[in-house]
């Protein structure tokens, strides 16, 4: 599993991170609503790493990895907006 203390260099989450991260690493669906600079970005990396170390855990047995794909999208025009 994941060390959330090694993926956020030791720093303290934020409430509403370690509540995104929890609930998405048991494989429920988040919607993180929240400020610029509130930690949004951190809580999905984190539970894609968690997701990606998973199933490198499932496939130790494995010849054949089965691998790991994320997709994260970015509504650049609004970020432009919001900056």
Do not use: W
């Amino acid at each position: 599993g994941l060390d959330v203390g090694v993926v956020t260099r030791g720093r303290k989450c934020f409430e509403h991170q370690a509540e995104a991260i929890e609930a998405a690493c048991a494989g429920k669906h988040v919607a993180l609503c929240t400020g610029t600079a509130s930690g949004k970005s951190a809580a999905y990396i984190t539970a894609a790493i968690n997701a990606a170390l998973a199933e490198e855990e499932e496939d130790s047995g494995s010849t054949t990895p089965r691998g790991c794909a994320a997709l994260f999208l970015f509504p650049t025009k609004a970020l432009a907006q919001d900056q």
